[in-house]
């Protein structure tokens, strides 16, 4: 699992899990950052949030997710 990845703090706003969102980790820049490791949750993707279309391995990395 990615050291920097899902954040250490525990969010409520917008919404609890935040912190394990991939919506959040691009917002913040950590996308082009860590570019290598975020590969990893995109890679073969099971889901799309329903938000911003971003694809994720997991459901839980993404705002609303919907199974693609
Ligand atoms: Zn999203
Ligand atoms: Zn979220």
């Given at each position: 699992m990615a050291d920097w990845f899902p954040f250490p703090q525990h969010l409520t706003e917008p919404h609890p899990g935040h912190e394990a969102h991939l919506c959040m980790a691009e917002n913040l820049g950590f996308v082009k950052s860590?570019?290598?490791?975020?590969?990893?949750?995109?890679?073969?993707?099971?889901?799309?949030?329903?938000?911003?279309?971003?694809a994720a391995v997991?459901?839980?990395?993404?705002?609303e997710p919907d199974k693609l």
């Open positions: 860590n570019l290598e490791d975020y590969k990893k949750f995109v890679r073969d993707p099971q889901f799309l949030c329903k938000k911003c279309g971003r997991k459901a839980e990395n993404l705002c």
